[in-house]
């Protein structure tokens, strides 16, 4: 299974963590301090695994940022290679050629689009249609929402913050 | 409304934190945030609540603290709208995890959430749930997730598998209410239903034998079919990666029929052509096809099979090795390592391949194939591999040097086929990486070279020569210089030539010169300072004309701020200056070590101390904890450590010196407390060592042997008694004063037995065919605690006996002072004795009799003899 998933950019900032297995506050810091690293310092032909703490880190540079997943060791490292590209393609879609601003910015719907790609560690969902799709639901879903608490209230201070959502 | 809480949007808090440009500005603006959410949060403010938990999302990937947040997070769950439940979720997925109390109190909302009529509720719930449920949770909601595994939209079926995955992962007991639904969904059409439902069997079947048998026998088929499908299926540009169709589910099933295969002959059977046809049709030129090819040579590799795919799946990974990317040669490293102990003949195929990924720039490609060339060594090919290994290790990486060394020492001590190959390739590895050979290593090869009798004088030319050129290496240095102490006789006399060697002239003052070099290398620590001081001791004795320049070197030792070394310094400028003629006796070379003692004690040593501290510690009146074994056993034990009897069998004490490892008799006070720092195994080498040449020793040196005796058990029983780590270091100075007091040989005189003494009866101490020795007893008035024991030693055998040394050990509440004895000589056949003043301090005076362990060693007719006795039945009152 997927213990983790991190976002890291170059410069070591962490643009998203994602936790299914168990980790104080006190240890994800640590955690992602000693995989920056790591992974960061890797020269660029070298392969894409790293063992740490038993565990074998996967890890794909896109652009700047580098997509790291956690795996037991018994897992199949080149499939976790192809999960990664899975789910950065399904943001590339969802963005339109996605850039790290976009998952600064729009972090909440990286991992709303995660959520729909992994669940308990576990991939949920091949079809990279099928997530787009599901996303879009909900997403339109919120905003049917969001028109419907601003016609009834019709508040100014609603509408300003509902839309900085 | 809190003029706070207006202030600023989410998206205006991220630009504010980007655009800070210290770490101290992003934490004021951190700050700030927190203190306005912390403020909106107490207002209870509704219309902000799902911003701020963005932003507190935002912060808490920072790594800031927002637990004051998770509150917030349940208030949005149970809120009505799917947007505010949609951000709910979401915080409570990143803000909290399993182990939080306040996880509980959504298991209510989840619960409803679980019924809810919109699917995307539903969606969201089980999402959090299989994300981080705990295992009161899951037994709580176990039924709603089996209930939703039928559900009517495949996107909650299949949501609702993983689910069941974190489920039973928790609750293993729950697994068996899943296995029909399991079943069921393998049958499933939709791909993410299919795959879920695959893995929710196979971890099924990790935790329940009873779904393995189940699906074993009903599903196989199945599966085998289905994989059959996929195999053969057409384009489907939906699940289509680089030109296969759905590689995950591939995957996926190769992984389950793994484990129904594993064990199960016929299952296996029934999946051979399929795996066949996976590992020779599936296309290798990209990513998602190795990753199937990787995944069914796994399958191939475990299930049970006759060998026909065994040998597809070892030519699979034989590509895979050949392969230019970095990826597929790591996993084949990985994947050959299981292979050789199903088929090593068939891995050593691809050893020179191996070989050169050990030489690989990537360090977990190298790490991988340094593990798997461990276990492909064996007796045909370990000279050529360790010849190859060697070799590199002088080019690698630095951070490399450390495995490498330790692999390769482990490899030369596993196949040492003879000893000077052993010794060869030791000394090479000291050569390159001696910094990081580990101390039970250098230990170990001291060891063999002292045992390796023949080879002495070429051990110690190989290591001065290696010396010479390179002092870099802390461990070569500390061999050289215990080699040159030992056999600087034969560096400088070439002794014991050997035909490959290259002749070497090397004058006394050279090999004087090496060892100043060590003592005055700066990088040079305690234990190469104090093995070159002991070096330098032997090598005055071994070359008497360099005793003034040697006396010089030691000498500037004097001031030496680590008092170990300075105390060594004097006492050995005082064994120079003032025992001349019996520092060759002192200073003899080390016996041979017993090759199984000391294995033992290697293997032994750690077993050893647990099983000893075992004995409850009982209190003394006194307040001082002593192990409930009895001491008396134990002191033996310390001093036959001690004492290098000229016979072979006290040949565990070398290993004392090198520090390999604490006696057993320490043990215990070691048990108790932390593992000792290496300083402190220093200090009890460097204190064992001194007592070494001192106890050869002849008359005199009983003086010495005498207050090592009894610094010895002080030591050790203070080191009972506190439990805690009191280091020799603390012990010593308390022994040092009373020592250089005997050294300079102002110890009290032989006492004169009193008349009043005689009443106590004599003893006769101990009594042999060959030896007699006889006790009496007398007390200094004034201080009833003190006996003072003249021991008279006769001669009962018709030979001479010669190097006649007694010695003597006492329990911690005794203390002992031994006077020189009047002579070392014993005549033939009780024409003479030999007698020696015992002086004996009982703090236990009235309560405890004497009790005291001797042990006695002579020379007769060339032969060393040893004798060893307790003696408990002295008088009462003493």
């Known amino acids: ?165 | 409304m809190n003029p706070f809480s207006s202030g600023t949007r989410l998206r205006d808090m991220i630009r504010a934190i980007r655009a800070c440009k210290t770490a101290a500005e992003e934490r004021a603006v951190v700050r700030k945030e927190c203190a306005a959410i912390r403020a909106s949060i107490n207002e209870d403010d509704q219309d902000y609540r799902h911003r701020n938990l963005a932003k507190l999302m935002f912060i808490q990937i920072l790594g800031y603290p927002t637990h004051f947040g998770q509150m917030e997070c349940l208030k949005l769950i149970a809120s009505a709208g799917f947007p505010e439940k949609r951000i709910g979720y979401l915080g409570l997925m990143l803000l909290l995890d399993e182990r939080q109390e306040v996880l509980m109190l959504v298991t209510n909302s989840l619960k409803q959430d679980l019924n809810h009529s919109n699917q995307y509720i539903v969606g969201l719930a089980l999402c959090a749930l299989g994300n981080i449920c705990s295992a009161e949770m899951a037994r709580d909601l176990a039924p709603e997730v089996e209930r939703l595994l039928q559900f009517r939209d495949p996107n909650i079926r299949k949501k609702a598998a993983l689910c069941s995955i974190r489920i039973i992962k928790k609750v293993p007991d729950l697994a068996e209410n899943f296995i029909n639904c399991a079943a069921s969904l393998l049958k499933e059409k939709h791909h993410g239903v299919l795959i879920t439902g695959v893995q929710l069997c196979a971890d099924l079947c990790k935790v329940s034998s009873e779904a393995l048998e189940y699906f074993r026998k009903k599903c196989t088929e199945g599966l085998v079919r289905t994989l059959r499908d996929i195999v053969n299926s057409p384009y489907s540009p939906e699940y289509d990666i680089s030109g296969i169709t759905d590689p995950y589910l591939h995957i996926r099933l190769l992984k389950l029929l793994r484990i129904l295969g594993q064990g199960d002959a016929d299952a296996s059977d029934r999946m051979t052509d399929i795996l066949a046809q996976v590992a020779t049709k599936t296309e290798s030129n990209k990513n998602a096809g190795n990753a199937i090819l990787y995944e069914c040579v796994e399958t191939i590799m475990s299930i049970e099979d006759d060998g026909g795919l065994r040998v597809l799946a070892i030519n699979i990974l034989g590509k895979f090795l050949s392969n230019r990317d970095n990826n597929i040669r790591y996993v084949a490293l990985n994947m050959l390592m299981r292979a050789t102990t199903l088929d090593a003949q068939a891995v050593q195929r691809h050893r020179a391949t191996i070989l050169d990924c050990v030489k690989d720039s990537d360090a977990s490609i190298r790490k991988r194939a340094l593990e798997l060339l461990y276990l492909l060594v064996n007796e045909n090919n370990v000279k050529p591999l360790i010849k190859e290994l060697i070799e590199y290790l002088e080019v690698s990486d630095q951070e490399f040097k450390g495995d490498l060394t330790a692999k390769i020492c482990s490899l030369v001590e596993k196949f040492s086929l003879e000893k000077i190959w052993y010794i060869d390739q030791m000394l090479k590895v000291l050569s390159e990486a001696g910094n990081f050979v580990k101390d039970e290593v250098w230990h170990a090869l001291i060891f063999v070279i002292s045992n390796a009798s023949d080879l002495h004088g070429y051990t110690v030319r190989a290591l001065y020569r290696a010396f010479l050129t390179s002092t870099e290496q802390e461990t070569l240095v500390r061999v050289a210089v215990w080699c040159i102490g030992e056999y600087g006789d034969m560096l400088v006399n070439n002794v014991g030539m050997l035909d490959i060697e290259d002749p070497i002239t090397v004058t006394e003052c050279d090999a004087v010169d090496a060892v100043e070099v060590a003592i005055k290398r700066h990088t040079s620590d305690l234990t190469t300072k104090a093995m070159a001081l002991i070096a330098l001791l032997k090598l005055s004795s071994r070359f008497p004309s360099y005793s003034e320049r040697i006396k010089g070197i030691i000498v500037q030792n004097k001031g030496n701020l680590v008092l170990e070394l300075q105390q060594r310094s004097i006492e050995f400028n005082r064994i120079l200056q003032k025992h001349q003629k019996i520092r060759s006796a002192l200073v003899e070379r080390m016996p041979v070590l017993d090759e199984a003692t000391f294995s033992g004690r290697r293997a032994g040593s750690l077993p050893t101390a647990i099983s000893t501290s075992s004995g409850a510690p009982s209190n003394l009146p006194n307040g001082i904890a002593k192990p409930a074994t009895a001491p008396i056993p134990d002191l033996l034990d310390l001093s036959s450590d001690d004492v290098p009897a000229p016979s072979s069998s006290g040949g565990d004490f070398p290993q004392d010196l090198l520090g390999v490892d604490l006696s057993p008799t320490l043990a215990p006070s070691g048990a108790g407390k932390p593992p000792k720092a290496s300083t402190d195994v220093l200090l009890d080498l460097l204190s064992i060592g001194t007592s070494l040449p001192v106890q050869t020793g002849s008359s005199a040196s009983d003086i010495l042997s005498s207050s090592q005796d009894d610094k010895a058990p002080f030591a050790n029983f203070n080191g009972l008694a506190s439990l805690s780590s009191l280091s020799a270091n603390a012990t010593s100075p308390v022994n040092a004063a009373p020592m250089m007091d005997l050294l300079d040989g102002h110890g009290p005189g032989p006492q004169k037995p009193e008349e009043n003494g005689q009443a106590y009866p004599s003893l006769v101490a101990y009594e042999s065919s060959s030896l007699r020795v006889m006790f009496n007893f007398s007390k200094q008035p004034g201080s009833p605690q003190t006996t003072l024991i003249q021991a008279t030693f006769t001669n009962l055998s018709s030979n001479v006996y010669n190097d006649f040394l007694f010695q003597a050990a006492v329990p911690k509440f005794l203390q002992l002072h031994l006077d020189p004895a009047s002579s070392n000589t014993l005549p033939a056949s009780g024409d003479g004795s030999i007698t020696q003043n015992l002086k004996v301090t009982n703090s236990q005076h009235g309560k405890k009799s004497l009790v005291m362990r001797v042990r006695i060693a002579y020379k007769t007719n060339n032969k060393d003899v040893l004798e060893e006795r307790q003696i408990n039945n002295f008088p009462q009152n003493l």
């Open chain 1, 1 to 165: 299974m997927i213990h983790f998933v991190l976002l890291i950019s170059r410069q070591g900032k962490v643009r998203l963590t994602k936790w299914y297995s168990p980790y104080s506050q006190k240890e994800r810091t640590k955690v992602i301090r000693e995989l920056s690293g790591l992974i960061l310092t890797r020269g660029p032909k070298l392969c894409n695994f790293v063992e740490w703490r038993g565990l074998r880190v996967v890890y794909k540079r896109y652009a700047s940022l580098y997509f790291c997943m956690c795996i037991d060791e018994d897992d199949n490292e080149l499939e976790i290679l192809e999960i990664i590209h899975h789910y950065v393609e399904v943001l590339d879609r969802y963005f339109g050629s996605v850039c790290e601003l976009d998952l600064i910015y729009n972090f909440h719907k990286a991992y709303f689009i995660l959520d729909e790609l992994l669940i308990a560690g576990e991939l949920q969902e091949p079809s990279k249609r099928t997530v787009a799709r599901l996303v879009a639901a909900q997403d339109s879903l919120v905003e049917t929402a969001k028109e419907q608490t601003s016609s009834i209230t019709n508040i100014i201070a609603q509408v300003a913050n509902t839309a900085s959502l």
